[in-house]
């Protein structure tokens, strides 16, 4: 059984780039949800995704996009980046009918924006 | 606005000591909480959780206190490891939505 894999695990960009960063789901798990973490902060949530659709939102402005793929795997699209854009971003995937409290976390990608 | 607080950014132990780590919240209709423990270049890992209608969850070393009139708990480590050293986070579940809401997180040193 394999864990939450993120990609890549760490990325440069420049100001007004896009990026897309990648996760692959814990086998047998359905719903992917995705967090920002700034440097001294704790994860704040971005959204979820449930099914290939989402299925809840942070307070994050439309320049976040997700995709969920039929295997479960999930994308996180970020357009015209930003220097505060700078986190780690981690992926949380979770079983069916879960509080989240199963929700195992990807090791992160660390995003630099200069 | 932050509704899940972790107001010690940092605590220093020694092995085999008691570690108390707290978590402060400010919404009522939180029911249920979770502590994960990150390791550097790691990911969250789930720890120990607890729902409101208790007030106390033991698992092993790790017991977690929720006192809901005072929107507080605490995470006890007990003896504490070297091992045990990391960055410990709060989190509650918020149904609408379902998403976690973290705290700003704690990191605890274990010394020998």
């Known amino acids: 059984e394999t864990g939450v894999t993120q990609s890549p695990t760490h990325l440069i960009k420049t100001r007004g780039q896009q990026v897309t960063l990648r996760c692959s789901s814990q086998?047998?798990?359905?719903?992917v949800s995705w967090y920002q973490q700034a440097l001294g902060q704790g994860p704040q949530f971005i959204f979820q995704?449930?099914?290939?659709?989402?299925?809840g939102r942070g307070n994050f402005p439309p320049r976040f996009s997700g995709l969920q793929f039929p295997n479960y795997s999930s994308e996180l699209n970020v357009n015209a980046l930003e220097l505060d854009d700078s986190a780690l971003y981690l992926c949380?995937?979770?079983?069916?009918?879960?509080?989240?409290?199963?929700?195992?976390f990807g090791q992160g990608t660390r995003l630099t924006v200069v | 606005d932050q509704q899940v607080k972790q107001n010690s950014p940092s605590l220093s132990v020694q092995e085999g000591r008691i570690s108390i780590l707290n978590c402060d919240y400010t919404?009522?209709?939180?029911?249920?909480f979770l502590w994960y423990k990150k390791y550097p270049a790691e990911g969250p890992t789930f720890l120990i959780s607890?729902?409101?209608?208790?007030d106390k969850n033991e698992d092993g070393r790790f017991t977690v206190f929720l006192n809901k009139s005072a929107k507080h708990l605490s995470l006890h480590i007990v003896p504490s490891q070297p091992g045990d050293s990391a960055v410990y986070f709060c989190?509650?579940?918020?149904?609408?939505?379902?998403?976690?809401?973290f705290g700003q997180g704690t990191e605890l040193s274990v010394k020998p």
């Open positions: 949380a995937s979770s079983p069916p009918g879960d509080r989240n409290t199963e929700a195992f």
């Open positions: 086998s047998g798990h359905n719903t």
């Open positions: 995704y449930y099914r290939e659709e989402e299925n």
């Open positions: 919404n009522s209709m939180f029911d249920y």
């Open positions: 607890i729902s409101s209608i208790k």
């Open positions: 989190a509650a579940w918020y149904n609408q939505g379902g998403k976690l809401i």
